[in-house]
């Protein structure tokens, strides 16, 4: 929390707005490494934020000593860069002024703060933690908290010291009554409304996992197992037509082009309410990147982080929350493995938690073919699927890539947009597979649909790219473009492919795929990713759930090797699926 408020106060400096945030933590949870991160943050931008740490003496059952070295956890303040002292937290009057202190000093340009509260928790870590910590009333457990130490805290309660600091200071002791009486009614009434709540509907726990999706009740999974229908006989695509067009015109965009000039639509759209916030942004950007936001006068919109995911994610979160429409970056697909609490565990929560709108997109350069190697070019799409709230994008040409960018940053959810690198055309506009994917796109249709508030035509929706009546691929990335390869490899042996390009991962549009396999009776899922718990098999699994009975033959997932990602070349060709495998899996599946 305390790192994604360092975000709300990111969006009130950006914005210009005048406002003081508190974040205040546990002794325990100022260990953490996101923790720390959020104050570096906030220390290198100045950030109107002050940081409490309220030491409670223990937290859970680990003693101050296992927790830090320092003398106070004010002392600490000396690393971030901004002041910290300590306060003794049963005084009222200390935590006012102190608090005031702080945020006179940030309102004033200051910067952050850093508050070490002094205090002891007089009850267990939760109650049911009490019999441990304090002790049984039949003496067993006995207890290990210090006694002595309980009884001085004990000693100074700052209720009833602070009601007699108020009457030496001439106030009315029947006026401290009525305020007493006053917010003990409160919270009895409180406390009383929440007794008188129902509990939820159950089935109401599949509603709003994102703005475009509920999920799946267990009862719709029975119904499409038991019902399933069949498709007609003719596609919609006619069988061997391709409709993913490519261009050699000097004019056409490369996929990263097509990024480029993404952002800067997103820059001039929301203008001062965005921000490009990654590392080693406002130079130029991994891989040139951000250059035609600069050449396009938006260097302003972009924003050097400290070299932590878990703090980009987690301020871009709360900059979102803060009124912004945030791109954040993550370099490479590795690096998201530092990020992954920020995005599973908060920003893909806070819609379905309390219903709050989260509009921020996360960039991700992955994929093989750049000789990255591990740590960078690892195919993550599985990591963030089985944790849902996210809406997860993966195009596979330059037309996709402009539309579902600029879509993405208009919907009011967390967006992962995953770039495959190999697919950049950093190679003379070439792809790392040889291939030139360039594309005349079109700019005007998604701008002019976001314009008219209609905001969402092709997220959600799998494109079929080539039509076929033997078999479907189903795939996405840069596999679509492995698939169309193959595809015209076998055609020669009579056989027509089907291939479906779902571009949108989460959530997956399955009815596509479904009709599909229903009309060709055979299914690969091709993947890039590693075989094993890959995003694959969930699809397959779903669509054999409603096409089970239209099949032929086995379905069939193709993935690469279970290793690391190699950094060599001749290993990293080795491990991906390639034109070669695809058709000899498709020969297996027509002659099952």
């Known amino acids: 929390a305390s790192a994604t408020l360092t975000g709300v106060a990111l969006a009130a400096s950006l914005l210009e707005v005048k406002r003081f945030h508190l974040a205040p933590v546990g002794e325990g949870c100022s260990s953490s490494g996101e923790f720390w991160e959020a104050m570096n943050l906030a220390g290198a931008r100045g950030l109107p934020i002050g940081f409490m740490i309220q030491n409670n003496q223990i937290a859970l059952d680990t003693f101050v000593a296992g927790q830090s070295g320092v003398e106070t956890f004010g002392d600490k303040a000396n690393a971030m860069g901004f002041p910290g002292w300590t306060i003794d937290g049963s005084d009222p009057v200390q935590f006012f002024s102190s608090t005031a202190v702080a945020r006179e000093f940030a309102l004033a340009g200051g910067g952050s703060t850093l508050i070490h509260v002094e205090t002891m928790r007089g009850c267990g870590h939760a109650h049911h933690h009490d019999d441990l910590y304090l002790g049984s009333p039949a003496g067993n457990p006995p207890g290990y908290v210090d006694r002595d130490l309980v009884a001085y805290?004990?000693?100074?309660?700052?209720?009833?010291?602070?009601?007699?600091?108020?009457?030496?200071?001439?106030?009315?002791?029947?006026?401290?009554?009525?305020?007493?009486?006053?917010?003990?009614?409160?919270?009895?009434?409180?406390?009383?409304?929440?007794?008188?709540?129902?509990?939820?509907?159950?089935?109401?726990?599949?509603?709003g996992i994102t703005s475009l999706h509920d999920a799946d009740s267990q009862s719709t999974r029975i119904k499409r197992i038991k019902n399933q229908s069949q498709s007609p006989t003719n596609g919609p695509v006619e069988v061997g037509l391709t409709t993913m067009e490519f261009s050699e015109e000097r004019s056409a965009w490369t996929m990263a082009r097509a990024i480029q000039n993404g952002m800067v639509a997103i820059a001039e759209r929301y203008g001062r309410s965005t921000v490009f916030m990654g590392e080693d942004m406002e130079i130029a950007g991994a891989f040139g990147m951000n250059i035609p936001l600069k050449n396009a006068g938006h260097s302003d919109l972009l924003l050097d982080m400290p070299l932590s995911e878990a703090a980009i994610i987690h301020s871009a979160t709360g900059a979102a929350l803060g009124g912004m429409r945030p791109i954040a970056e993550i370099q490479f697909g590795g690096f998201a493995a530092l990020a992954m609490n920020a995005l599973i565990n908060n920003a893909a929560q806070l819609r379905w938690r309390w219903g709050a709108e989260v509009p921020l997109t996360v960039r991700i350069p992955l994929g093989a073919k750049?000789?990255?190697?591990?740590?960078?070019?690892?195919?993550?799409?599985?990591?963030?699927?089985?944790?849902?709230?996210?809406?997860?994008?993966?195009?596979?040409?330059?037309?996709?890539?402009?539309?579902?960018?600029?879509?993405?940053?208009?919907?009011?959810?967390?967006v992962i947009f995953l770039e495959h690198i190999g697919m950049y055309g950093l190679r003379g506009g070439l792809t790392g597979w040889g291939d030139s994917i360039n594309q005349d796109v079109n700019t005007d249709s998604v701008n002019k649909r976001i314009d008219s508030g209609e905001q969402i035509a092709e997220i959600g929706k799998a494109k079929i790219i080539r039509g076929g009546k033997d078999a479907t691929i189903i795939t996405w990335g840069a596999m679509v473009h492995v698939a169309r390869h193959a595809a015209e490899i076998v055609v020669a042996e009579g056989i027509e492919i089907e291939i479906i390009d779902l571009r949108t991962l989460a959530p997956f549009d399955s009815a596509a795929c479904v009709s599909s396999v229903q009309r060709t009776g055979r299914m690969m899922v091709l993947q890039e990713a590693q075989w094993s718990g890959g995003f694959g098999h969930t699809v397959s699994s779903r669509i054999l759930e409603e096409a089970f009975w239209a099949l032929e033959a086995p379905p069939v997932v193709v993935g690469a090797l279970d290793t690391p990602v190699p950094f060599s070349p001749p290993l990293e060709d080795h491990t991906i699926p390639d034109v070669k495998l695809v058709v000899e899996h498709l020969r297996m599946l027509i002659n099952e």
């Open 153 to 207: 805290w004990e000693s100074k309660d700052p209720l009833p010291t602070h009601r007699q600091l108020l009457i030496q200071h001439g106030i009315e002791e029947d006026e401290i009554q009525k305020m007493e009486d006053e917010e003990k009614m409160f919270v009895d009434s409180a406390r009383e409304e929440m007794e008188r709540m129902p509990w939820p509907i159950p089935e109401t726990v599949t509603r």
């Open 370 to 414: 750049t000789r990255s190697g591990p740590f960078h070019a690892n195919m993550i799409e599985s990591w963030m699927i089985n944790d849902p709230g996210l809406v997860i994008l993966f195009p596979s040409c330059p037309q996709d890539a402009y539309d579902l960018l600029v879509e993405g940053a208009a919907l009011p959810d967390p």
